[in-house]
């Protein structure tokens, strides 16, 4: 037992001690380092471990992208061929090595003032400068719910979204109470259609609507949805000039018609409907009138009392204004009833929950003040600019307007060139950005459902390219436009089979073609 103890006593005192100097050592190591650390902080005062931010510091070198890129195959290579034009494609060597660096230098080209001529202005419109200094204050400070009432961020934006309901009714001759604001046209014309029809339908006395076959996708969709319902629905055609024939809207109407939808200006050849003559009629017939507004709203002058609508769809992007944002105009006298499709916390009259964005309300309605204050310059200006454009277009040979003639509105020119397809024109104008149709069907290969409601052929309406002319648009691109247009046709005609034989007075129409 002895010896058993005392080698126990003998380990306890070995552990000890290699503990006691382990932690010396640790101490003395621990203390060495503080101090070289010390001195080394001395010895460096200042020194940062975040490098200075500099200006060009995030700027993307493209010269030097692309020459990494290179450089592999320059060695395989043995020569850079920078600018030459690389067959069968025509792009330069920069794009075909790294089609990104092609971009970002094609990018940087366009950013330092190449961009194309804009003559889309159908699809949408330049944000007016006026307008995003209006909105600006929106994005920063004044950045309260509108519908908060218990405080003054609150109280301010309510204030400025009344304010712009209010401008946006001035411009169409309506109550602010009426100005349902929602996020665009689209969703206004769904509310519209589909919430007069459930409404009225739940009855079972009124399932009918009446719409035409030129209106806008989301119009005919929305129809369309309801056929799925139960409702009848009747697609009215139009004259060979685009307009209804008002006889055979007044035969369409039934005692169980609860809604006729006109469009007020084609978004494709631009032309006005009789509106105030379609109001009195459904006025006289106790059937409501939607009319979807659009592209008609601040470039004419509109008056839902003068023209008895009843419900009018709205957009800011199409009149320079911000994207994202619309209106409804709803009737409250006589009242007209409609099954909300957004439902929630009962905002704009319990018809279209959700909180609304102020920076997006104050730029449409600012949009709609300009539009009013300068309706006549922007009338002159824009029909100066189509005159000019469309009698140099019209006195090039085998070309035709889309659409009536002395009905449309002057911004949205709508010109077919024969013997040549749309696509390659469009193809052929990269300088010019413009639309062989709406930007909502443009992605389709199919011919335009528009053009081809006016009787026109498969081949005219393929050949059809639409010209919008806006408040910003100047003489200088007009003139240009003409002559790139003139060139390109003339040189895509020149390779047309078509085009010789027409030179030659064959008549096409004539020729039996053979199938292979």
Not at 215 to 239: A, M, N, W
Request: charged letters at 20%; glycine letters at 8%.
């Amino acid at each position: 037992m002895a010896n058993v103890g005392s080698s126990s006593l003998r380990q306890a005192a070995r552990l000890c001690t290699k503990n006691i100097s382990s932690a010396g050592l640790i101490r003395s190591s621990a203390l060495s380092r503080a101090g070289v650390v010390g001195a080394s902080a001395q010895k460096v005062s200042g020194r940062r471990y975040v490098s200075e931010s500099k200006k060009d510091a995030a700027q993307v070198n493209v010269e030097s992208a692309i020459k990494a890129d290179q450089k592999k195959f320059v060695q395989e290579m043995g020569k850079t061929q920078l600018e030459q034009p690389m067959q069968p494609t025509g792009a330069n060597a920069d794009a075909m090595m790294d089609p990104m660096a092609g971009v970002l230098k094609q990018a940087t080209v366009m950013d330092e003032g190449q961009r194309p001529i804009y003559l889309d202005m159908q699809a949408t419109t330049p944000l007016d400068p006026r307008v995003l200094d209006s909105m600006l204050p929106f994005f920063t400070g004044l950045y309260g719910n509108p519908h908060s009432r218990t405080h003054a961020y609150g109280w301010e934006t309510d204030k400025a979204v009344e304010q712009a309901r209010e401008n946006i009714a001035a411009l169409i001759g309506a109550d602010a109470k009426e100005i349902i604001f929602t996020s665009g046209a689209t969703e206004s014309n769904n509310m519209s259609i589909k919430g007069v029809a459930r409404f009225f339908g739940r009855s079972g006395k009124k399932k009918h609507i009446i719409t035409s076959q030129t209106e806008h996708k989301c119009v005919l969709d929305s129809c369309r949805h309801l056929q799925d319902e139960g409702f009848d629905i009747t697609y009215l055609p139009v004259q060979s000039n685009g307009l209804i024939n008002m006889e055979e809207l007044e035969a369409a109407i039934r005692p169980d018609t609860a809604l006729v939808s006109i469009m007020a200006v084609n978004n494709e050849i631009g032309v006005i409907q009789p509106l105030a003559e379609i109001g009195s009629l459904c006025r006289s017939k106790k059937v409501f009138f939607h009319t979807d507004a659009a592209q008609a709203v601040g470039k004419i002058p509109m008056d839902v009392n003068e023209m008895k609508i009843d419900l009018m769809s709205i957009s800011a992007h199409k009149i320079y204004g911000p994207n994202g944002i619309g209106a409804c105009y709803v009737r409250r006298r006589p009242r007209v009833r409609l099954d909300p499709i957004i439902t929630g916390g009962g905002q704009e009259r319990g018809l279209r929950s959700g909180t609304l964005a102020p920076p997006l309300v104050v730029g449409f309605g600012e949009a709609c003040r300009i539009a009013k204050q300068d309706m006549d310059y922007d009338t002159k200006h824009i029909k100066k600019l189509s005159d000019r454009l469309l009698s140099g277009l019209l006195a090039m040979e085998h070309t035709t307007q889309n659409g009536d003639p002395n009905h449309f509105y002057p911004g949205c020119v709508n010109v077919s060139f024969a013997y040549v397809e749309g696509e390659s024109l469009l193809m052929a104008l990269k300088d010019i950005a413009l639309s062989s149709g709406s930007a909502c069907t443009s992605a389709s290969l199919e011919p335009s459902y528009v053009l081809r409601a006016l009787g026109s052929s498969d081949e005219s309406a393929h050949s059809s390219i639409r010209f919008g002319i806006g408040r910003f648009t100047t003489d200088a691109e007009i003139d240009y436009v003409l002559k790139a247009v003139k060139e390109r046709v003339t040189f895509l005609r020149e390779l047309s089979p078509l085009w010789e034989l027409v030179q030659e007075g064959v008549d096409l129409n004539t020729i039996e073609w053979s199938q292979h």
